[in-house]
């Protein structure tokens, strides 16, 4: 089978939808699959060892990225009928219109509707608009959570028996981490490190978790937030302004983006990872720092709630005092914090990226087969 792949996610600086293409890359090549995958940039190929693989074929199709639309249906349907695909991965949302290939598409979640005031008016317009022809036109679709699967057979009846669930793997891709010391000693961190993953949007509530952090540093005066991923919030939030306001300067860490080697760092120096969406579709980020041993507290709202329910305390995401009391138990609580500590490896080991692989090719072959 030749699998065509929309593999802009792995320019730039990849994120989570980045990892997720650059897991199933991995484990597809090294499961022994006689399938090719040609896997399409918008530019030049990033250097990633996922891609050296022998069934990987690398497709620039241009010498200089492209406005997004113009590669995805101006570039992209020409080169995949020249190239003879059987069936077109779309990981990232949407998918080429202009088309007759068989096409699956993940769906990760469906914010630009659920939450529209996270993006600008045009920008969240465009993704409603893209993402709702996407899910028309593809054959199979792929939801990483049962919620995101409710959520789009609630918005797109007509999709509900092409939508396949599958749920992310853990960080198998991810650097062997340092031991727990060395790490802290790296980082500075001589008191609680508390740590939250993920591109900083509205909707994932961090003034609520610096307002929690402020409250805890009266009681754990060594205590430091470190924020990882890129502030992308709309409005913006100046979130060094909102620690200020609360007396958290010097405590907080707007690290932005990390690489995987510095990523893995914190995980191994965390004393527990927080994460306060009110919506999303699964929480890879949360799955990484359990896998790892971090103890976790979580949104009761879904995804995380009913993913992570087991392996976490769970707390509204807009109580700061809720939030401060959990990571304060975690804190100082040896018991609650062995405990989600093994839940939490436990909930991870239950899933693999080859699995993941495996159920996205059975999508693949279903749609190529019609």
């Known amino acids: 089978m030749i699998v065509g792949i929309d593999a802009r996610e792995l320019q730039g600086r990849p994120t989570g939808v980045g990892r997720y293409l650059r897991n199933l890359i991995r484990a597809w090549t090294a499961g022994g699959s006689d399938d090719r995958l040609v896997v399409y940039f918008n530019g030049p190929a990033p250097p990633d060892a996922v891609l050296d693989a022998p069934q990987v074929i690398c497709r620039a199709l241009t010498a200089r990225p492209v406005r997004g639309l113009q590669f995805q249906e101006g570039l992209l349907p020409r080169e995949i009928h020249r190239d003879q695909v059987d069936v077109f991965f779309a ?46 036109a ?56 508390v740590l939250t993953v993920g591109t900083v949007l509205n909707r994932r509530r961090l003034p609520v978790l610096i307002q929690a952090a402020s409250l805890l540093a009266r009681r754990h005066p060594g205590l430091v937030l470190d924020v990882v991923g890129d502030n992308r919030t709309h409005p913006p939030q100046d979130l060094a302004l909102l620690a ?72 509204a995401p807009t109580d700061a005092s809720a939030v401060a009391a959990a990571v304060d138990r975690v804190l100082v609580d040896t018991e609650t914090r062995a405990r989600l500590q093994d839940r939490g490896r436990a909930l991870a080991a239950r899933h693999r990226w080859a699995e993941t692989a495996r159920l996205t090719r059975q999508a693949l072959v279903e749609a190529a087969e019609g």
């Open 91 to 136: 990981p990232a949302y949407t998918c080429p219109l202009r088309t007759a290939v068989p096409r699956v598409t993940t769906v990760h979640d469906l914010s630009f509707f659920a939450v529209p005031q996270d993006f600008g008016w045009l920008d969240g317009l465009r993704r409603r608009l893209l993402v709702s022809a996407s899910v028309r």
């Open 244 to 315: 200020a306001r609360v007396g958290l300067s010097g405590r907080m860490r707007l690290s932005g983006f990390v690489s995987d080697a510095e990523l893995v760092v914190r995980y191994a120096a965390a004393d527990v990872a927080v994460f306060l969406s009110e919506y999303e579709g699964f929480g890879l980020p949360a799955l990484e720092a359990a896998a790892r041993g971090v103890p976790l507290v979580v949104s009761t709202r879904p995804a995380l709630g009913e993913i992570f329910a087991e392996a976490a305390l769970t707390v």
């Open 138 to 193: 593809s054959r199979r679709i792929v939801a990483v959570s049962a919620f995101t699967r409710r959520e789009i057979a609630s918005r797109f009846p007509d999709a509900a028996d092409r939508v396949r669930e599958i749920a992310h793997g853990p960080d198998d891709d991810l650097p062997p981490p340092p031991p727990r010391q060395e790490a802290r000693d790296r980082l500075g961190a001589d008191g609680p490190f």
